[in-house]
Every structure is written in C-alpha cells, then in structure tokens.
C-alpha cells in the first residue's frame, strides 16, 4: 500500500505540525504503508521524508523539474520522478497512490487534496481521501464544507466520502478500510 501525502513546504507556527508528522509516519510504518509525496526536502515535506527515510519506508517523490532546479528536491529518498509541470505531478502522484492523505499545508496543498476529492466524487477513482486535522488546523474548512451542503452547492455524500481524523492510528486505519459511495450516475 502506498499513501500520497499533501503537505505544506513550510513547517508551520507551531512544533505540533512536524510532531504530528512524524507520528503519522511511524503509524504508516507500523501498517506497511509506504510514501509518495511532492519530492521536497523543505518545510513538512521535508520533515515527512525525513522520517519516513528514518522508519525505512520506501520513499517516491514527484516534482516538477523547475523546482528540482531550484534544489528543493529531496536527494536521499528512494526514487525522484522528475516531471515536466504541477498536472503532472498530481497526475503521477495519483496513479501511484491507494489514497491520499492532506496535512497541513496552504493553497497548494488545498489544490491538490480537493482535486482527487473531485476526481473521487465523480466516480475517477475509488481511493479515500483523508485530512489529517492536526491542532485543528481544517476546523474552519470542515465547517465550510457542511455549509457548502446546507446552501445546496454539495451533496452530503461528497463530505460522508473524506476521512477526517486527528488521531493518526484511526486516520490510517479509516483509509485502509475505506468502502466508496456508490458511483454519482449509476453503474
């Protein structure tokens, strides 16, 4: 099994960020789940490879080649798949995943959880998609998505489908254990 992690290229305000990471890891590890994730060596992204190279799973990391360029790219995970652009990063990413998992992180971490989020309404994928609510940091997110479904903009069933969890074990284990909605038009 391998989980594609969305995370921030910062660290955060708070040591909580990189604790609950690397917590997050060494539950991975303890349930053979191995990584894929944006290839960088800087902010949680780095501290998430950092320990899964510590915990010995095994590590890919997609980037696009003009940030590898820029020497962000981590040089001591196992494999670096160098891309051409961010589509196709998410694109290598989602093919190599069996679910995916958002930490904290800003715009473009956003960007990349909503767009399998979509692709798995839509019936694309049947892969959970999880956010790791560490510190609370998606309350806000999470209440705007139940207003989303109040204002009729968003089916209950689409926010029924992510796992969300600030307890790594139950994060994983609700992945693992993930049975999809039925497909939006039918079979």
Known sequence: MRAAVFCGSARGSDAVYVEQTRRLVKVMADREVDLIYGGGRVG?????????????????????????????AHTDINELKVVQDMHERK???AEHADFFIALPGGAGTLEEIFEVWTWAQLGFHNKACAFYNIN??????LAFFKKMV?????QQSY????????SPERLIEEALSYIPPNPKWGS
């Open 91 to 93: 694109s290598v990413m």
């Open 136 to 141: 609370g940091y998606f309350d806000p997110l």
């Open 44 to 72: 949680l992204m780095g501290s998430l490879a950092n320990e899964a190279i510590e915990v010995g799973l095994h590590i890919i990391g997609v980037m696009p080649k003009s940030l590898v360029t820029h020497e962000l």
């Open 159 to 166: 926010l029924d489908m992510l796992v969300v969890s600030d």
């Open 150 to 154: 109040v204002e009729g903009f968003m």
